[in-house]
Protein backbone atom coordinates (compact mmCIF):
# COMPACT_ATOMS: atom_id res chain seq x y z
CA UNK A 1 0.00 0.00 0.00
CA UNK A 2 2.98 1.92 0.20
CA UNK A 3 3.91 1.98 -3.52
CA UNK A 4 2.09 3.35 -6.54
CA UNK A 5 0.24 1.16 -8.83
CA UNK A 6 -0.30 2.34 -12.55
CA UNK A 7 -2.11 0.47 -15.35
CA UNK A 8 -4.30 1.17 -18.52
CA UNK A 9 -7.76 1.85 -17.54
CA UNK A 10 -9.19 1.20 -20.82
CA UNK A 11 -9.86 -2.06 -23.05
CA UNK A 12 -7.15 -3.38 -25.31
CA UNK A 13 -6.68 -2.25 -28.84
CA UNK A 14 -7.50 0.89 -30.72
CA UNK A 15 -9.85 3.44 -29.80
CA UNK A 16 -10.41 6.99 -29.90
CA UNK A 17 -9.35 7.87 -26.33
CA UNK A 18 -6.92 5.94 -23.84
CA UNK A 19 -6.69 6.44 -20.49
CA UNK A 20 -3.63 5.17 -17.76
CA UNK A 21 -4.68 5.08 -14.29
CA UNK A 22 -2.29 6.28 -11.86
CA UNK A 23 -2.70 5.68 -8.00
CA UNK A 24 -0.23 6.30 -5.37
CA UNK A 25 2.32 8.55 -3.00
CA UNK A 26 4.53 9.19 -6.54
CA UNK A 27 1.07 10.44 -8.21
CA UNK A 28 2.62 14.06 -8.04
CA UNK A 29 6.19 13.72 -8.64
CA UNK A 30 5.39 11.24 -12.12
CA UNK A 31 2.66 13.84 -13.04
CA UNK A 32 5.28 17.09 -12.79
CA UNK A 33 7.93 14.95 -15.05
CA UNK A 34 5.51 13.97 -17.20
CA UNK A 35 3.17 17.07 -17.66
CA UNK A 36 6.02 19.78 -16.62
CA UNK A 37 3.66 20.77 -13.99
CA UNK A 38 1.21 18.58 -11.75
CA UNK A 39 -2.84 19.79 -12.95
CA UNK A 40 -5.11 22.31 -10.67
CA UNK A 41 -6.99 19.59 -8.08
CA UNK A 42 -10.09 17.35 -9.40
CA UNK A 43 -9.66 19.98 -12.70
CA UNK A 44 -8.90 18.71 -16.64
CA UNK A 45 -5.62 19.99 -18.02
CA UNK A 46 -4.65 19.93 -21.60
CA UNK A 47 -0.79 18.93 -22.06
CA UNK A 48 1.78 17.29 -23.78
CA UNK A 49 2.97 14.04 -22.09
CA UNK A 50 6.36 14.17 -22.12
CA UNK A 51 9.42 11.39 -22.42
CA UNK A 52 12.50 11.06 -20.51
CA UNK A 53 14.22 13.08 -23.32
CA UNK A 54 11.16 15.60 -23.36
CA UNK A 55 9.67 14.59 -26.46
CA UNK A 56 6.12 14.16 -26.43
CA UNK A 57 4.58 10.67 -26.70
CA UNK A 58 0.95 12.20 -27.10
CA UNK A 59 -1.60 15.25 -25.92
CA UNK A 60 -4.57 15.07 -23.95
CA UNK A 61 -6.08 15.58 -20.90
CA UNK A 62 -4.88 15.09 -17.14
CA UNK A 63 -6.87 14.93 -14.22
CA UNK A 64 -5.23 15.25 -10.21
CA UNK A 65 -7.24 13.89 -7.44
CA UNK A 66 -5.57 14.33 -3.77
CA UNK A 67 -6.31 11.76 -1.18
CA UNK A 68 -8.43 10.85 0.30
CA UNK A 69 -10.77 12.23 -2.20
CA UNK A 70 -10.49 9.63 -4.94
CA UNK A 71 -11.69 6.75 -6.25
CA UNK A 72 -8.94 4.60 -4.08
CA UNK A 73 -8.00 7.25 -1.02
CA UNK A 74 -4.95 7.99 -2.20
CA UNK A 75 -3.45 10.30 -5.00
CA UNK A 76 -4.52 9.31 -8.30
CA UNK A 77 -3.41 10.92 -11.59
CA UNK A 78 -5.31 10.14 -15.27
CA UNK A 79 -4.01 10.74 -18.52
CA UNK A 80 -6.33 10.54 -21.05
CA UNK A 81 -4.65 10.32 -24.41
CA UNK A 82 -5.43 8.69 -28.00
CA UNK A 83 -6.35 5.25 -27.57
CA UNK A 84 -3.59 3.53 -29.72
CA UNK A 85 -2.34 0.37 -28.24
CA UNK A 86 1.19 1.64 -29.15
CA UNK A 87 0.51 4.97 -27.58
CA UNK A 88 -1.03 3.32 -24.49
CA UNK A 89 2.15 1.56 -23.87
CA UNK A 90 4.68 4.09 -24.67
CA UNK A 91 2.76 6.45 -21.98
CA UNK A 92 2.39 3.40 -19.20
CA UNK A 93 6.68 2.33 -19.46
CA UNK A 94 6.93 6.16 -18.86
CA UNK A 95 5.16 6.26 -15.62
CA UNK A 96 6.53 3.16 -14.23
CA UNK A 97 9.94 4.45 -15.59
CA UNK A 98 9.35 6.83 -12.84
CA UNK A 99 8.73 4.60 -10.27
CA UNK A 100 5.20 3.26 -10.65
CA UNK A 101 4.65 -0.73 -10.64
CA UNK A 102 2.25 -2.28 -12.97
CA UNK A 103 -1.32 -3.13 -10.73
CA UNK A 104 -2.49 -6.64 -10.26
CA UNK A 105 -5.82 -7.31 -11.14
CA UNK A 106 -8.39 -5.27 -9.45
CA UNK A 107 -5.86 -3.72 -7.35
CA UNK A 108 -7.13 -0.19 -7.90
CA UNK A 109 -11.02 -1.46 -6.41
CA UNK A 110 -8.56 -3.49 -3.57
CA UNK A 111 -7.01 -0.23 -2.62
CA UNK A 112 -10.69 1.43 -2.31
CA UNK A 113 -11.72 -1.27 -0.20
CA UNK A 114 -8.94 -1.28 2.25
CA UNK A 115 -9.07 2.83 2.79
CA UNK A 116 -12.39 1.90 3.44
CA UNK A 117 -13.94 4.05 0.13
CA UNK A 118 -15.92 1.32 -0.33
CA UNK A 119 -17.09 -1.89 1.22
CA UNK A 120 -16.82 -5.87 -0.26
CA UNK A 121 -20.43 -5.23 -2.00
CA UNK A 122 -19.50 -2.08 -3.64
CA UNK A 123 -15.88 -3.23 -4.86
CA UNK A 124 -17.85 -6.18 -6.66
CA UNK A 125 -20.80 -4.40 -8.24
CA UNK A 126 -17.80 -2.35 -10.01
CA UNK A 127 -16.97 -5.55 -11.35
CA UNK A 128 -20.24 -6.57 -11.98
CA UNK A 129 -21.19 -3.14 -13.47
CA UNK A 130 -18.07 -3.72 -16.37
CA UNK A 131 -19.65 -7.08 -17.26
CA UNK A 132 -23.33 -6.45 -17.58
CA UNK A 133 -24.47 -7.95 -20.15
CA UNK A 134 -28.44 -6.23 -19.61
CA UNK A 135 -29.96 -3.42 -19.09
CA UNK A 136 -31.50 -4.73 -15.98
CA UNK A 137 -28.50 -6.53 -14.69
CA UNK A 138 -26.12 -3.59 -14.92
CA UNK A 139 -29.30 -0.81 -12.83
CA UNK A 140 -28.97 -3.79 -10.21
CA UNK A 141 -25.14 -3.14 -10.30
CA UNK A 142 -25.58 0.10 -10.03
CA UNK A 143 -27.55 0.49 -6.86
CA UNK A 144 -24.82 -2.30 -5.20
CA UNK A 145 -22.54 0.35 -5.79
CA UNK A 146 -24.28 3.26 -4.35
CA UNK A 147 -25.02 0.52 -1.15
CA UNK A 148 -27.97 -0.58 -1.70
CA UNK A 149 -27.16 -4.79 -0.81
CA UNK A 150 -24.91 -2.96 1.64
CA UNK A 151 -27.47 -1.18 4.03
CA UNK A 152 -29.52 -4.25 3.79
CA UNK A 153 -27.16 -6.16 4.87
CA UNK A 154 -25.88 -3.76 7.78
CA UNK A 155 -29.42 -3.10 9.15
CA UNK A 156 -29.52 -7.31 9.49
CA UNK A 157 -26.41 -7.33 11.41
CA UNK A 158 -27.49 -4.62 13.57
CA UNK A 159 -30.70 -6.73 14.75
CA UNK A 160 -28.02 -9.46 15.24
CA UNK A 161 -26.08 -7.41 17.14
CA UNK A 162 -29.16 -6.15 19.81
CA UNK A 163 -29.98 -9.43 20.35
CA UNK A 164 -26.51 -10.13 20.81
CA UNK A 165 -26.01 -7.53 23.45
CA UNK A 166 -29.57 -8.58 25.37
CA UNK A 167 -28.38 -12.66 25.37
CA UNK A 168 -24.58 -11.74 26.64
CA UNK A 169 -25.60 -9.45 28.88
CA UNK A 170 -28.29 -11.33 30.69
CA UNK A 171 -25.22 -14.38 30.97
CA UNK A 172 -22.67 -11.94 32.59
CA UNK A 173 -24.78 -10.15 34.96
CA UNK A 174 -27.36 -13.60 36.68
CA UNK A 175 -27.67 -10.86 39.28
CA UNK A 176 -30.48 -9.27 37.92
CA UNK A 177 -32.64 -12.04 37.76
CA UNK A 178 -33.41 -11.25 34.09
CA UNK A 179 -34.79 -14.66 32.56
CA UNK A 180 -34.04 -14.26 29.04
CA UNK A 181 -34.54 -17.90 28.06
CA UNK A 182 -38.33 -17.89 29.54
CA UNK A 183 -38.54 -14.50 27.53
CA UNK A 184 -40.61 -14.07 24.35
CA UNK A 185 -38.69 -11.28 23.26
CA UNK A 186 -35.78 -13.41 22.49
CA UNK A 187 -37.82 -16.05 20.39
CA UNK A 188 -39.56 -13.12 18.85
CA UNK A 189 -35.98 -10.92 18.06
CA UNK A 190 -34.83 -14.79 16.96
CA UNK A 191 -37.73 -15.29 14.38
CA UNK A 192 -37.37 -12.09 13.13
CA UNK A 193 -33.89 -12.20 12.26
CA UNK A 194 -34.31 -15.68 10.14
CA UNK A 195 -37.60 -14.19 8.59
CA UNK A 196 -34.86 -11.41 7.32
CA UNK A 197 -32.62 -13.49 6.03
CA UNK A 198 -35.01 -15.47 4.21
CA UNK A 199 -36.76 -12.48 2.49
CA UNK A 200 -32.70 -11.12 1.93
CA UNK A 201 -31.75 -14.68 0.30
CA UNK A 202 -34.59 -14.64 -2.45
CA UNK A 203 -33.47 -11.10 -3.30
CA UNK A 204 -29.75 -12.08 -3.24
CA UNK A 205 -31.18 -15.48 -5.69
CA UNK A 206 -32.71 -12.60 -7.82
CA UNK A 207 -29.59 -10.82 -8.31
CA UNK A 208 -27.38 -13.96 -8.83
CA UNK A 209 -29.60 -14.44 -11.76
CA UNK A 210 -29.13 -11.32 -13.31
CA UNK A 211 -25.57 -11.11 -12.17
CA UNK A 212 -24.71 -15.11 -13.78
CA UNK A 213 -27.55 -15.82 -16.03
CA UNK A 214 -28.83 -19.63 -16.30
CA UNK A 215 -27.20 -22.39 -17.90
CA UNK A 216 -30.22 -24.22 -19.88
CA UNK A 217 -29.31 -27.50 -21.50
CA UNK A 218 -31.28 -29.06 -24.50
CA UNK A 219 -31.40 -32.81 -24.47
CA UNK A 220 -32.84 -35.49 -25.84
CA UNK A 221 -32.88 -38.28 -28.52
CA UNK A 222 -31.48 -37.43 -32.06
CA UNK A 223 -33.93 -36.14 -34.26
CA UNK A 224 -36.38 -34.95 -31.44
CA UNK A 225 -36.26 -31.71 -32.74
CA UNK A 226 -33.42 -30.23 -30.34
CA UNK A 227 -31.54 -28.05 -32.37
CA UNK A 228 -35.00 -26.23 -34.13
CA UNK A 229 -35.95 -25.44 -30.54
CA UNK A 230 -33.19 -23.88 -29.76
CA UNK A 231 -33.32 -21.89 -33.44
CA UNK A 232 -36.75 -21.21 -32.23
CA UNK A 233 -35.80 -19.63 -28.87
CA UNK A 234 -32.63 -17.77 -30.46
CA UNK A 235 -35.09 -16.33 -33.09
CA UNK A 236 -32.39 -17.19 -35.55
CA UNK A 237 -30.28 -20.00 -37.46
CA UNK A 238 -27.85 -21.33 -34.33
CA UNK A 239 -27.54 -24.74 -35.06
CA UNK A 240 -27.63 -26.82 -38.02
CA UNK A 241 -30.99 -28.41 -39.01
CA UNK A 242 -31.15 -31.75 -40.94
CA UNK A 243 -33.59 -34.64 -40.90
CA UNK A 244 -30.36 -36.96 -40.41
CA UNK A 245 -29.91 -38.12 -36.99
CA UNK A 246 -27.28 -37.75 -35.23
CA UNK A 247 -26.15 -34.12 -37.19
CA UNK A 248 -25.41 -31.78 -33.95
CA UNK A 249 -21.63 -33.49 -32.92
CA UNK A 250 -20.71 -30.91 -30.84
CA UNK A 251 -22.38 -28.60 -28.38
CA UNK A 252 -23.72 -25.30 -29.58
CA UNK A 253 -24.29 -22.54 -27.23
CA UNK A 254 -26.22 -19.17 -27.51
CA UNK A 255 -27.78 -16.68 -25.41
CA UNK A 256 -31.50 -15.07 -24.83
CA UNK A 257 -32.70 -12.26 -22.52
CA UNK A 258 -35.53 -13.73 -21.33
CA UNK A 259 -37.02 -10.61 -19.09
CA UNK A 260 -33.86 -8.91 -17.94
CA UNK A 261 -32.03 -12.30 -17.24
CA UNK A 262 -29.61 -13.96 -19.44
CA UNK A 263 -30.21 -17.72 -20.17
CA UNK A 264 -27.10 -19.59 -21.61
CA UNK A 265 -28.48 -22.47 -23.93
CA UNK A 266 -26.46 -25.54 -24.90
CA UNK A 267 -27.47 -27.79 -27.52
CA UNK A 268 -26.25 -31.20 -27.40
CA UNK A 269 -25.73 -33.94 -29.61
CA UNK A 270 -28.38 -36.78 -28.72
CA UNK A 271 -28.20 -39.19 -26.42
CA UNK A 272 -28.31 -42.80 -27.98
CA UNK A 273 -26.03 -45.64 -28.49
CA UNK A 274 -23.48 -45.02 -31.33
CA UNK A 275 -20.46 -47.05 -33.41
CA UNK A 276 -19.70 -43.59 -34.66
CA UNK A 277 -16.16 -42.17 -32.55
CA UNK A 278 -17.31 -38.41 -33.63
CA UNK A 279 -20.82 -38.85 -32.34
CA UNK A 280 -19.53 -40.54 -29.19
CA UNK A 281 -17.44 -37.83 -28.40
CA UNK A 282 -20.02 -35.10 -28.87
CA UNK A 283 -22.37 -37.25 -26.76
CA UNK A 284 -19.68 -37.15 -24.43
CA UNK A 285 -19.56 -33.39 -24.33
CA UNK A 286 -23.61 -33.73 -23.71
CA UNK A 287 -22.92 -35.43 -20.60
CA UNK A 288 -19.98 -32.59 -19.53
CA UNK A 289 -22.65 -29.97 -20.41
CA UNK A 290 -25.68 -31.54 -18.41
CA UNK A 291 -23.50 -31.40 -15.29
CA UNK A 292 -22.94 -27.84 -15.42
CA UNK A 293 -27.04 -27.35 -16.13
CA UNK A 294 -28.87 -25.22 -13.81
CA UNK A 295 -31.85 -26.75 -15.87
CA UNK A 296 -32.48 -29.40 -18.55
CA UNK A 297 -35.16 -29.09 -21.15
CA UNK A 298 -35.64 -32.55 -22.27
CA UNK A 299 -37.24 -32.67 -25.46
CA UNK A 300 -39.48 -35.96 -26.86
CA UNK A 301 -40.79 -36.60 -30.29
CA UNK A 302 -44.48 -36.74 -29.43
CA UNK A 303 -45.04 -38.29 -33.11
CA UNK A 304 -43.06 -41.61 -31.78
CA UNK A 305 -42.56 -41.96 -27.93
CA UNK A 306 -45.75 -42.28 -26.29
CA UNK A 307 -44.51 -42.35 -22.44
CA UNK A 308 -43.23 -38.94 -21.34
CA UNK A 309 -41.74 -39.49 -18.02
CA UNK A 310 -38.35 -38.68 -17.82
CA UNK A 311 -37.22 -41.06 -15.11
CA UNK A 312 -38.66 -43.78 -17.31
CA UNK A 313 -37.39 -42.23 -20.67
CA UNK A 314 -33.91 -41.70 -19.76
CA UNK A 315 -33.33 -43.48 -16.09
CA UNK A 316 -29.55 -42.84 -16.50
CA UNK A 317 -29.36 -39.04 -17.16
CA UNK A 318 -32.30 -38.30 -14.52
CA UNK A 319 -29.96 -40.34 -11.76
CA UNK A 320 -26.75 -38.29 -13.65
CA UNK A 321 -28.15 -34.72 -12.82
CA UNK A 322 -27.24 -32.54 -9.71
CA UNK A 323 -29.48 -32.98 -7.02
CA UNK A 324 -32.28 -29.87 -7.30
CA UNK A 325 -31.55 -29.53 -11.08
CA UNK A 326 -35.25 -28.70 -12.98
CA UNK A 327 -36.02 -30.67 -15.83
CA UNK A 328 -38.91 -30.14 -18.00
CA UNK A 329 -40.07 -32.22 -20.44
CA UNK A 330 -40.80 -30.95 -23.91
CA UNK A 331 -43.05 -32.76 -25.99
CA UNK A 332 -42.06 -31.55 -29.56
CA UNK A 333 -44.07 -31.76 -32.88
CA UNK A 334 -47.49 -31.35 -32.24
CA UNK A 335 -48.01 -29.66 -35.55
CA UNK A 336 -47.69 -33.25 -36.89
CA UNK A 337 -50.66 -34.65 -34.59
CA UNK A 338 -53.28 -31.27 -34.84
CA UNK A 339 -52.71 -31.47 -30.44
CA UNK A 340 -53.10 -27.76 -29.06
CA UNK A 341 -50.19 -26.58 -26.94
CA UNK A 342 -50.50 -26.77 -23.36
CA UNK A 343 -48.62 -27.80 -20.20
CA UNK A 344 -49.33 -30.73 -17.51
CA UNK A 345 -47.98 -30.17 -14.13
CA UNK A 346 -46.94 -33.54 -12.01
CA UNK A 347 -44.93 -33.65 -8.87
CA UNK A 348 -42.10 -34.44 -10.12
CA UNK A 349 -41.94 -32.88 -13.73
CA UNK A 350 -43.94 -30.35 -15.92
CA UNK A 351 -44.43 -31.14 -19.61
CA UNK A 352 -44.94 -28.67 -22.27
CA UNK A 353 -46.57 -29.39 -26.03
CA UNK A 354 -45.21 -27.46 -28.69
CA UNK A 355 -44.14 -27.26 -32.00
CA UNK A 356 -40.25 -25.64 -32.04
CA UNK A 357 -40.87 -25.72 -35.64
CA UNK A 358 -44.64 -23.36 -35.86
CA UNK A 359 -43.50 -21.65 -32.97
CA UNK A 360 -46.30 -22.63 -31.18
CA UNK A 361 -46.33 -22.95 -27.52
CA UNK A 362 -43.05 -21.12 -27.19
CA UNK A 363 -44.48 -18.71 -24.91
CA UNK A 364 -45.85 -21.44 -22.19
CA UNK A 365 -42.27 -22.93 -22.44
CA UNK A 366 -40.99 -19.86 -21.84
CA UNK A 367 -43.48 -18.82 -18.55
CA UNK A 368 -42.00 -22.24 -17.99
CA UNK A 369 -38.18 -21.33 -17.69
CA UNK A 370 -38.86 -18.81 -15.90
CA UNK A 371 -41.07 -20.05 -13.05
CA UNK A 372 -38.19 -23.47 -13.32
CA UNK A 373 -35.33 -21.37 -12.48
CA UNK A 374 -36.61 -18.55 -10.07
CA UNK A 375 -37.61 -15.33 -12.28
CA UNK A 376 -40.53 -13.82 -10.75
CA UNK A 377 -42.19 -10.94 -11.24
CA UNK A 378 -40.50 -7.22 -10.72
CA UNK A 379 -37.26 -10.14 -10.40
CA UNK A 380 -35.14 -7.13 -12.65
CA UNK A 381 -36.76 -4.25 -11.51
CA UNK A 382 -35.11 -1.26 -10.42
CA UNK A 383 -35.17 -2.30 -6.28
CA UNK A 384 -33.02 -5.46 -7.82
CA UNK A 385 -29.22 -5.68 -6.50
CA UNK A 386 -26.67 -7.73 -7.53
CA UNK A 387 -25.41 -10.56 -5.73
CA UNK A 388 -22.98 -13.74 -6.14
CA UNK A 389 -22.67 -17.45 -5.28
CA UNK A 390 -20.41 -16.19 -2.27
CA UNK A 391 -23.10 -13.68 -0.54
CA UNK A 392 -26.24 -17.04 -0.65
CA UNK A 393 -23.12 -18.84 0.78
CA UNK A 394 -22.54 -16.53 3.88
CA UNK A 395 -26.41 -16.20 4.12
CA UNK A 396 -27.26 -19.78 4.42
CA UNK A 397 -24.36 -20.03 7.46
CA UNK A 398 -25.89 -17.34 9.57
CA UNK A 399 -29.22 -19.39 9.05
CA UNK A 400 -27.52 -22.36 10.29
CA UNK A 401 -25.88 -20.76 12.79
CA UNK A 402 -29.35 -18.82 14.38
CA UNK A 403 -31.33 -22.02 13.76
CA UNK A 404 -28.78 -24.30 15.60
CA UNK A 405 -28.58 -21.37 18.75
CA UNK A 406 -32.02 -21.34 18.76
CA UNK A 407 -32.24 -25.17 18.77
CA UNK A 408 -29.90 -25.06 21.79
CA UNK A 409 -31.93 -22.48 23.58
CA UNK A 410 -34.63 -24.38 23.29
CA UNK A 411 -33.69 -27.75 23.92
CA UNK A 412 -31.38 -27.50 26.68
CA UNK A 413 -31.90 -23.88 27.61
CA UNK A 414 -28.03 -23.51 26.68
CA UNK A 415 -27.74 -19.62 26.56
CA UNK A 416 -24.23 -19.75 26.35
CA UNK A 417 -24.13 -21.98 23.28
CA UNK A 418 -27.04 -19.39 21.69
CA UNK A 419 -24.75 -16.34 22.28
CA UNK A 420 -21.36 -18.26 20.40
CA UNK A 421 -23.99 -19.02 17.27
CA UNK A 422 -24.85 -15.59 17.07
CA UNK A 423 -21.57 -14.78 16.81
CA UNK A 424 -20.28 -17.32 14.00
CA UNK A 425 -23.70 -15.54 12.30
CA UNK A 426 -22.78 -12.29 13.01
CA UNK A 427 -19.71 -13.35 11.56
CA UNK A 428 -20.48 -14.93 8.59
CA UNK A 429 -22.83 -11.51 7.32
CA UNK A 430 -19.79 -9.74 8.47
CA UNK A 431 -17.84 -11.40 5.21
CA UNK A 432 -20.54 -10.42 2.68
CA UNK A 433 -19.29 -6.15 3.65
CA UNK A 434 -15.61 -7.49 4.24
CA UNK A 435 -16.05 -6.31 7.65
CA UNK A 436 -14.50 -9.82 8.12
CA UNK A 437 -12.55 -11.10 5.74
CA UNK A 438 -9.13 -12.76 5.29
CA UNK A 439 -6.71 -12.15 2.79
CA UNK A 440 -7.61 -15.24 0.52
CA UNK A 441 -10.65 -14.25 0.22
CA UNK A 442 -9.77 -11.01 -1.50
CA UNK A 443 -7.56 -12.18 -3.56
CA UNK A 444 -9.67 -14.57 -5.19
CA UNK A 445 -12.67 -11.75 -5.26
CA UNK A 446 -10.43 -8.85 -6.67
CA UNK A 447 -8.48 -11.82 -8.92
CA UNK A 448 -11.87 -11.57 -11.16
CA UNK A 449 -11.32 -8.07 -11.78
CA UNK A 450 -9.56 -6.57 -15.05
CA UNK A 451 -6.78 -4.82 -15.16
CA UNK A 452 -6.75 -1.03 -14.28
CA UNK A 453 -10.33 -1.30 -12.35
Keep these: MNDTI??????????????????GPKCGDIGTAILGRLPSIRNAHYASFLDAKQKVIDAGLAIFFNNPNSFTGEDVLELHGHG??????????????????????????????????????QAEAVAQLIDASTEQSARAAVRSLQGEFSKTINLLVEKLIRLRLYVEAAIDFPEEEVDFL?????????????????????????????????VVVIA???????????????????????????????????????????????????????????????????????????????????????????????????????????????????????????????????LIYLSANTGQGLDLLRQQIKLAVGITEGASDSSAFLARRRHLDALARAEQHILHGKSQLEEFAAGELLAEELKQAQQALSEITGEFSTDDLLGRIFSEFCIGK
Design 6 to 23: AAIATPPGRGGVGIVRVS
Design 182 to 214: ADAQVRDSIQNILTTINDIAQQAKQGLLLAEGV
Design 220 to 350: GRPNAGKSTLLNSLTGQDTAIVTPIAGTTRDLVRAQINLDGVVLNIIDTAGLRATDDVVEQAGIKRTWQALDQADLVLLVVDATEDKIYDPWRLYPNLMSALKPGIKVLVVCNKIDQLNLPASVNHSEAYS
Design 84 to 121: GPVVMDMLLRRVLSLGARLARPGEFSERAFLNNKIDLL
